[in-house]
């Protein structure tokens, strides 16, 4: 709208975004998904929906729903390659069929990724790394997919860890 002024509280990513530009760890993540979208009706790039979401966890915006508001944000606009100018982001529900469309083996290219980008900045590859991951405990509510209970912390939730996928790549 003419006249209004568009406001953020999220400048801090825009250093991040410039860091993230230089390593090349979103197009990395970007690289190690398969985009099974019908292309012919994308709106919203790869590229642009994965760096909605990590930059979105990033500011502490950990919920899908955040992104119908982001989705306006001119710093969004900017992290995700775009104008402040252009349209709106992608939308929640978007995005949700965007992180659905992902199978948990193509979800173990990204993190792999991360493990070869960590072993590159050393000097000399250590002979064995120890990865000692805890999971925590993200409650859900109503009936989400992907839930299940938990005896110990008494309540449904993800339990966002995959050993096996972990020990099979570090083997």
């Known amino acids: ?57 990033l500011a502490d915006y950990p919920d899908q729903n955040d992104h119908d508001v982001l989705r306006s944000d001119p710093v969004f606009k900017l992290i995700a390659g775009r104008s402040t100018k252009d349209a709106g982001l992608a939308s929640q529900p978007t995005l949700s069929r965007f992180e659905n469309a992902i199978d948990v083996k193509s979800l173990g290219r990204p993190r792999n990724m991360c493990v070869d980008q960590f072993i590159a900045s050393l000097d000399e590859p250590p002979k064995q790394i120890t990865l000692d991951i805890d999971p925590f405990d993200d409650p859900t509510h109503g009936e989400q997919q992907l839930t299940f209970f938990h005896g110990y912390y008494g309540q449904h939730q993800y339990l966002p860890r995959d050993d096996h996928l972990c020990r099979e790549r570090l083997v």
């Open 1 to 57: 709208m003419p006249g209004v002024a568009e406001l953020t509280s999220d400048a801090g990513l825009l250093p991040v975004r410039e860091f993230d530009r230089r390593i090349g760890m979103t197009e990395q993540f970007v690289a190690a998904l398969t985009d099974t979208r019908c292309q012919p009706s994308v709106t919203h790039s790869l590229p642009e929906v994965v760096r909605m979401r990590i930059f979105g966890i």
